[in-house]
């Protein structure tokens, strides 16, 4: 079974520039979650979609990002305009979330894209 | 205070020794907890699970929760080379995985 896909793996990209990460989530899952990893903040959660509705952005940094969902099986990440502190790995993961079983929150990461932005 | 909080490391166990893992967490709330292990350069993957007091065995690894002290540890037996990686502990707050800043863990041949 095809587990999260995400692209592109790497991308580089100098400031100012609009950068556009995909994701798409295992087939059945209901749950979608963008993350950001980073040396200094570890991994932090930006959003996160259930039935392909935001639930939380709180962890959105600022203005710059957004994320959409426009169906079960796609979700993007954008940032506009890029800045180098936004140089990170993002990952985006997934999960089958079933109410009242504890062990649905179990989440399937991707394998991440690593931005840089010079 | 942190939400979660672990050791950072670098952990050092020889080959065939039990390695611990310790994880702290803030919300009282949280009901389940999960470990991930994080390889250099790699996406996290899930170890496994735990949601009640006690202990939880799963091969060569167990995890503990004791709700009281809001502590969550992993134990690793028969450690292998392997096992190094960085382990993650993430409590479920609210819907949502509130990962730690990992304990990287060096098995020693």
């Known amino acids: 079974d095809a587990g999260v896909i995400q692209s592109p793996r790497h991308e580089v990209t100098e400031m100012g520039q609009e950068v556009t990460l995909r994701c798409k989530p295992i087939?059945?899952?209901?749950?979608l979650f963008w993350y950001r990893q980073t040396m200094m903040r570890g991994l932090e959660l930006l959003i996160y979609f259930n039935n392909n509705v935001p639930i939380d952005d709180s962890g959105m940094p600022e203005d710059r990002f957004s994320a959409k969902m426009p169906n079960a099986s796609f979700s993007t990440l954008k940032i506009q305009p890029s800045e180098p502190r936004d140089s990170a790995v993002y990952f985006c993961a997934s999960s089958l979330r079933v109410s009242g079983d504890r062990s649905s929150y179990e989440q399937y990461f991707g394998p991440g894209t690593r931005l840089t932005v010079t | 205070q942190k939400e979660v909080e672990q050791n950072s490391g670098p952990l050092s166990v020889p080959e065939g020794a039990i390695a611990s893992l310790n994880c702290t967490y803030s919300d009282r709330g949280s009901q389940s907890f999960f470990w991930y292990r994080q390889y250099s350069g790699k996406s996290p993957e899930l170890i496994m699970f735990i949601y009640s007091n006690g202990d939880k065995e799963d091969g060569r690894f167990t995890a503990q929760l004791n709700k009281a002290s809001q502590y969550v540890s992993l134990l690793i037996r028969d450690s292998q080379p392997s096992d190094s990686a960085t382990y993650l502990c993430?409590?479920?707050?609210?819907?949502?995985?509130?990962f730690g800043q990992g304990t990287e863990l060096s098995v020693k041949p």
């Open positions: 087939s059945g899952h209901n749950s």
């Open positions: 993430a409590p479920n707050q609210g819907g949502k995985l509130i």
